[in-house]
């Protein structure tokens, strides 16, 4: 099929390479000349674990291609992803769908022939419709471009599988065996034909299944690091509870981790957008009043990491140098957008700690949005002379580092390991005390 991509941030990039790896023509559209130019040279301006490959053979066949040119992607096919940012507005709260809106609105201009217009983007309930009527007022094919929804399950450092190999995929249509649907099957086939379970389904239903999903994993997250809370003041073991969780098959091991929570561009945003929009748009803010306490139990688990790390400078970090392993919320990125270990170690420089941070892909980034933290490269030249050393992000780069030889750098062997996957007993084997939150 030809098939075209209309913003090629994060979502978008992957997704155009990923369907040219399935023998698709596609072509990516994007507004940012520069990004435009990297993609075309076969190079992601990000991080993402096997995408660089990708784009490198796809852009060297030709297969793959990128433009600046709405005019160029409505010519070009007549399937076209839309997967554009849906960032928060200023109140952190509410999605801003300004640029959705605007790239339909580009896009439908120069449809001039029947096509399916196909919605990624994670945005409330109820904007499938608004896109629907958009794009029949503006596109001079009217009604005979049709409106789907295919929300996106990527996992950052490892969006690449979970498009090519993903758990499900969902079609949202406005009728059961329409045009959107047949085009949709055929773009997907190899993947429905490789056992990945297809799930057909109205506008709003496909709209609310990726709030959905993400809101019930943050709220399984934020569950675990509320026992954590509780095991701290029992002093039992959240890790050995999470572990006994996890035999029970109504809950599964998924997500039952305990330690740092959870960051980055989706989960946060999705848990307050999903609650803002049942509040704004349906009423139904009482349904959904429980997420505001799985945000709060996310950044109490930041400021408790901060309190461990003040218990273990005798009340004060004031002049004290902290060294932080990890800047990107997730190993396997590069993507600091609310990132756990940066605002750890932010909330740490403020209170007047002499703060160095290291990290194998995102240290760029944070030198750009963070230039009041220190950073170093080497991991091990980062933790001279710490005082305290705080694992942060779970690279396996830092898991198989010798705590011996890190002890013989730092002032004195303290860890207070955030995520909790640190070997506790080699690291206190080398002579470290360990600290880990809802650990005795």
Known sequence: MKLTVIGCGYLGATHAACMAELGHEVLGMDTDADKVAALNSGAAPFHEPGLDELLARHTGTGRLRFTTSYPE?????????IGVGTPLRADGRSYDLSHLFTAVSELAAHLDRPA????????????????????????PAGASVQVAWNPEFLRQGHAVGDTLRPERLVLGVDTAGSTAETVLRQCFAELADAGTPVVVTDLPTAELIKSAANAFLATK????????????ATGADVYRLAHALGHDSRIGWGALRPGLGYGG????????G???????????????????????????????????????????????RITVWGAAFSPGTDDIRDSPALAVAQALHRLGARVTVTDPRALDNTRKARPELSCADDPVAAAEGAEVLLHLTEWPQFAALDPARIAARVARPVLVDGRGTLDADRWRAAGWTVRAPGRP
């Open 265 to 272: 561009g989706c989960l946060p945003k999705d848990v307050r």
């Open 274 to 320: 999903f609650r803002a929009g049942a509040a704004e748009l349906l009423g139904a803010e009482r349904g959904l009043a429980f997420l505001d306490e799985v945000d709060a139990i996310n950044i109490r688990r930041r400021e408790r990491v901060v309190e461990i790390v003040r218990e273990q400078c005798d009340g004060t970090v004031a002049g004290r």
């Open 116 to 139: 399916v217009v196909t919605v990624k983007s994670t945005v409330p309930v109820g904007t499938a419709h608004r896109v629907r009527d958009l794009v029949h007022t503006d596109a």
């Open 73 to 81: 992607a409505a010519a070009f096919g007549d399937l076209h992803f």
């Open 221 to 232: 997250i934020s569950f675990i690091n509320a026992m954590a809370e509780l095991c701290e």
